[in-house]
Structure formats: structure tokens, C-alpha cells
């Protein structure tokens, strides 16, 4: 199947630093991929939605300005998370879409874990 | 308000038996679900899907049945094997799976050998 890759997998830094995750669709081209974040014991929350070549989809209440996200080509996101500080210590998922599926079916990237000391 | 529901955080089951996993969704404009399973540390990765028309879909050992009426679905995994053990994410979408997927807050697979 079609595959994403994040990178990178891990990352720790220190508060007040920018962190830079990539989100590559390997096989595919995805005009759209969405960025997601999840808390420890709960469920994966939609941060925002990406799309080449244009402004990012924020959901309510994730600030844009914290959380910026770039989709510069068909098959790269970037989530780049600026002054990082403690509560954004998260594990952070993209996903894409195959431009040829219409069914929905998204590819999940592995995952990048952020801690911020 | 949640509008996918996984009510059971976790379950457990012993390996050669049926696991099932339920979902409830409250909004009617849903036509198209996904089961994901994850494992630590990792992405989710696509299980099964079913679509609004159909009431059942089966792969292998997983088969997804949905009661649009109750606007309820669950998993069903048989044989469960103890590899199964992972946390099952159902997810949900509406037009057609266009748009963007809700995700319930997960269920706790433990298959015990």
C-alpha cells in the first residue's frame, strides 16, 4: 500500500525552540494531507488539514500562528512547531490522501513524538 | 459533543475467540467508516472500511458490520490472534469519505495467548 513517512520519529528540545516535523507521501502524490495530534489516552485529534500550494485549515481552537504548516509540493508537509513549550509535548501524526482513491482511505505516517523539557 | 463514540476503553480475549469492537456515531450525515488499529508509538494503519450502502464488509479475519438505524457499527475479529493486540481507532466520515474523518477515542484490544 501506499506509504508516508515522517521524520523525524523523535525529538526532543528544549522550550522555547521551533521544531520542524516533515511529512513525505513516498508512492503517491496527496494535494491534501491532514496533521493530527494525539494525547496520551485519547483518541487522535484533527489539527489542521494541508493543501498544496494554499493556506492550511485550522480546526477551532489550534492556534495557526503556533502550529505552522507548510505544503509546499504534492508529496511534502511540514508541521513546525514554533516557542515550543511543555503542553505541546505530544505525539504528532500526518496523514495523506492517494489522489487515485476515492474512497476515503487515508496513510498514516509513523508518528513523531515531541517532548519539550 | 463527540460524535463517534467507542465506549469501551479496553477489552480482553482469549486468543482463538471473537473480538468485538463497537462504535456509535451521532451524526446522520456519516456514510462512510474506517476501522484503524495502532500500536505504540506508531501511526495508525488502515484495517477496514465500509461504506453507507452496505451493511457488511469482511477481510480475512475482520469483518465490519454497520446498523445505520441505530447508527452503530463494530469490529469483529476472528480468530483473534495475540499480534491483534492494539488500540482500535473507528473513524467516520460524510461525503462518501471525502470529507475529513472524526475519530471515537479508541478501544484497547489485549488478546491473551
Known amino acids: 500500500g501506499a506509504v508516508v513517512s515522517q521524520h523525524p520519529s523523535r525529538v526532543i528540545c528544549k522550550s522555547g525552540t521551533s521544531v520542524k516535523i516533515e511529512c513525505r507521501s513516498l508512492?503517491?502524490?496527496?494535494?491534501?494531507m491532514f496533521w493530527y495530534r494525539q494525547f496520551p489516552k485519547q483518541s487522535l485529534m484533527l489539527m489542521a488539514t494541508s493543501n498544496e500550494g494554499s493556506k492550511a485549515t485550522y480546526e477551532q481552537g489550534v492556534e495557526k500562528d503556533k502550529f505552522l504548516i507548510n505544503h509546499a509540493s504534492l508529496t511534502l508537509s511540514t508541521l513546525t512547531v514554533t516557542s515550543a513549550h511543555p503542553e505541546d509535548s505530544s505525539f504528532y501524526i500526518c496523514?495523506?490522501?492517494?489522489?487515485?482513491?476515492?474512497?476515503?482511505?487515508?496513510?498514516f505516517g509513523e508518528g513523531s513524538r515531541l517532548t519539550v523539557l | 459533543d463527540q460524535q463517534v463514540k467507542q465506549n469501551s476503553p479496553s477489552l480482553s480475549v482469549q486468543e482463538g475467540r471473537i473480538s468485538i469492537l463497537n462504535c456509535d456515531y451521532t451524526n446522520s450525515m456519516f456514510d462512510y467508516f474506517l476501522w484503524y488499529k495502532k500500536y505504540p508509538a506508531e501511526g495508525p494503519t488502515f484495517l477496514i472500511s465500509?461504506?453507507?450502502?452496505?451493511d457488511k464488509n469482511e477481510d480475512g479475519r475482520f469483518t465490519v458490520f454497520l446498523n445505520k438505524s441505530a447508527k452503530h457499527l463494530s469490529l469483529h475479529i476472528v480468530p483473534s490472534q495475540p499480534g491483534d493486540s492494539a488500540v482500535y481507532f473507528c473513524?467516520?466520515?460524510?461525503?462518501?469519505?471525502?470529507?475529513?474523518?472524526?475519530f471515537g477515542k479508541g478501544t484497547k484490544l489485549t488478546v491473551n495467548p
Open positions: 496523514s495523506a490522501r492517494d489522489l487515485r482513491e476515492v474512497t476515503g482511505e487515508l496513510f
Open positions: 465500509i461504506s453507507s450502502i452496505k
Open positions: 473513524a467516520a466520515s460524510a461525503q462518501g469519505g471525502s470529507e475529513k474523518l472524526v
Open positions: 508512492d503517491f502524490q496527496a494535494t491534501t
